[in-house]
């Protein structure tokens, strides 16, 4: 199983960014995937999650609820993040995550997730 993460990068605030996570080996459309991030010093926290398709349901930190968008294309194996009008508290090490399954429904207790990608940083000044 691998999980690779990119697009991040430093951004003034205001700005947007969108985040990729590239699966392989994971049965992609039958699995919950989430976003979380950490602060170097501080625990991991979940961002958002989407679940399998036969569920479909997401869910969102309160404080990028409005902002952020996680989606997937189950074609590509691929999960997405999109962050607009970040915020220097954004600022975090971005991690992708897969369950073995469904939540049903989404939601982001890290102890849930089976697969962690190694992260994207993302920088907001």
């Known amino acids: 199983v691998q999980l690779v993460e990119s697009g991040g990068e430093s951004v003034q605030a205001g700005g947007s960014l969108k985040l990729s996570c590239v699966t392989s080996g994971i049965t992609f459309g ?3 995937l989430a976003w979380f991030r950490q602060v170097s010093d501080k625990g991991r926290e979940g961002v958002a999650a989407i679940d399998s398709d036969s569920d479909g349901s997401t869910s969102y930190a309160d404080s990028v609820k409005g902002r952020f968008t996680i989606s997937r294309d189950n074609a590509k194996n691929t999960l997405y993040l999109q962050m ?3 915020k220097p508290e954004d600022t975090a090490m971005y991690y992708c ?3 073995m399954g469904e ?10 997730y089976n697969y962690w990608g190694q ?7």
Request: net charge neutral.
């Open 84 to 86: 607009n009008s970040l």
């Open 119 to 125: 992260g994207t940083q993302v920088t907001v000044s």
């Open 30 to 32: 039958a699995s919950c």
């Open 103 to 112: 939540l049903g429904p989404a939601r982001t207790n890290s102890y849930e």
């Open 97 to 99: 995550a897969a369950a």
